[in-house]
């Protein structure tokens, strides 16, 4: 009898990139045997950049790897994207106490969805866990932004950053 493989996915906008994204991937292609990287589109979200920048942006930032897939996915919840895959878990990470509200009611919703799917929560390193894709945006303007923005996502996400504004 084998050994059932350990699919996860990830899902998130990556609208941008954040060297917190990267860290949750790195983390997850050593926990998992399969790693899905996947947008999740939101109809109700207006998104800075467009699904196929953020495609490309993934594409050009990730490692390449047998064991990592980068997708997207609309109009389904995740865990049914999670089921479509063949994805047995879900990673999420959890930065702050808001965060774990939110993520522990969406696990428990999930859960009610699809009961053989499992949640994985992961906690980033002090120096990444204030870093968001809202705060990396947020940022942009000032005179000055490029030196905080730069420390913030990884180089050709900041050239993506650069060449927008």
């Given at each position: ?38 947008i999740g589109i939101n109809p109700e979200k207006k998104y800075t950049y467009g699904i196929e920048q953020?495609?490309?942006?993934l594409q050009d930032t990730l490692p390449n790897s047998d064991n990592l897939d980068i997708a997207y ?93």
């Amino acid at each position: 009898m084998s050994i059932a493989e350990r699919k996860a996915v990830y899902a998130g906008s990556f609208d941008p990139l954040t060297n917190g994204h990267l860290w949750m991937i790195e983390q997850g292609l050593s926990l998992f045997d399969q790693l899905t990287v996947a947008i999740g589109i939101n109809p109700e979200k207006k998104y800075t950049y467009g699904i196929e920048q953020r495609l490309k942006i993934l594409q050009d930032t990730l490692p390449n790897s047998d064991n990592l897939d980068i997708a997207y996915f609309e109009n389904m919840y995740l865990v049914d994207y999670a089921t479509q895959i063949g994805a047995s878990y879900i990673l999420r990470g959890i930065r702050s106490a808001h965060d774990y509200e939110f993520e522990r009611g969406m696990r428990h919703t999930n859960s009610q969805l699809k009961k053989d799917i499992t949640t994985v929560f992961l906690m980033p390193p002090r120096d990444l866990a204030e870093v968001s894709s809202s705060m990396v945006k947020g940022l942009i303007g000032p005179e000055g932004w490029e030196e905080h923005v730069a420390k913030m996502v990884p180089p050709a996400v900041f050239d993506v950053i650069q060449a927008h504004h």
